[in-house]
């Protein structure tokens, strides 16, 4: 019995030849001829960029603002041919939960992706602050759309690698109190704090904008994230004999003080002027109807409010909305997470095309020395300089309130 399949098909044509001799002889017939196929060209790698933000935060909106603000830029950046010569840009994100010692074990695992160029930083001033060292030691670029402690920029390493496309301290603490002075005709000060490197960066801006301005701080008290209640915090700064309440903080703080005053007596509710931290939170959904009964004014860096017709803001409000689903300026959290990252995004993109590749230390070098950009906030003549590492300026800087929709409202619009 013939098993083996190949042997069987073998023994049949040694009997089909002894039959009919002349099938041996007759010639195979071709294949028919067909084109060779081209050899498939592989597809350029991917030049990598980092965003390690508190994507983890309960009440945190700026992380998802700031990565809405990179895919835009990247998308359009991509479409127009990539970076280097056609390599595509592509973002990593991870979660630090807004924990410092978190946030310098994502940089260092980044930093070993190669090709990967530099991160992105969300909204906590501390984590960058503790990066400082580690980042420097990496040789790693670190891009910073919201952090606002002056000490993210102005540390000692050199050369600097950490580039800032935001607010800073130094220049919110003028705009606010000027803003409580003019408005609330407010000479003193009532200050609270968070017991955090931004809280501490904010201290020393307040107390020299005040002295600049005439003011006198007659209170000031810190608190620490996560405290459950503002109430004894508030009290002092009443007893204090404050006339506004000058509030640095985040929106789960924020919106804590905001609900306890609005339990108070119509006379015991003094005016907030805050910084921006509690725009980059759900600081609408946690005060409720409170929100209507305080005095509250915010700083702020850019709206898309009045700037609809301008061809940037359109490009990015209809990404917005066909990507995200935010219809429009009314229904955007976190406006300035947005703007900040989608200009810094574009910024290093040219700086990377500048490089030649993905060294990182010529793209910091690059980034130093990149000629004018229109975009999306403004025109930038010089983004960064060597002595410079601000791409914004106090000129920038205006107060905002929330509007009846909770749209955060540039004053006078």
Known sequence: MCINVNNCRACLLLLLFGLFPWLALAEPTAAPATA?????TPAPAPVLVGLDAAFGHKVSTSE?????GLEIAIAEINAS????????????TTDNRSLPARAVDNVRELAAMPDLVAVFGGKFSPTYVELLPVVHE???PLLDPWGAADTVINHSFQPSYTFRLSLKDSWAAPVML????????????????????????NETAIARAAGALGQAVVAKVWYNWGDTSLRKAYDELLDSGAEVVILVANAAEGSILVREMAERPVAERLPIVSHWGITGGAMVELCG???????????QT?????????PAAQRVLAALR?????????????PVGVAHAYDLMHLLATAIDLAGGTDRATIRDVLENLGPYDGLIKHYPHPFTAERHEALDAGDVFMARYGEAGQILPIGH
């Open 36 to 40: 060779a196929e081209p050899a498939s």
């Open 64 to 68: 998802r603002a700031i990565q809405q």
């Open 81 to 92: 041919g990539g970076v280097l010569g056609g390599r595509p840009l592509e973002l990593v």
């Open 138 to 140: 990496l040789g790693l």
């Open 178 to 201: 000027r803003h409580a002075l003019e408005v609330h005709g407010a000479r003193r000060l009532g200050v609270l704090l968070p017991n955090t490197a931004w809280g501490r960066s």
């Open 289 to 299: 109807p409170a929100l209507d009964a305080v005095d509250l004014s915010v700083v």
């Open 302 to 310: 850019f709206s898309f409010f009045g700037r609809e017709q301008e």
């Open 322 to 334: 066909d990507d995200y689903g935010i219809a429009g300026p009314v229904d955007l959290k976190a």
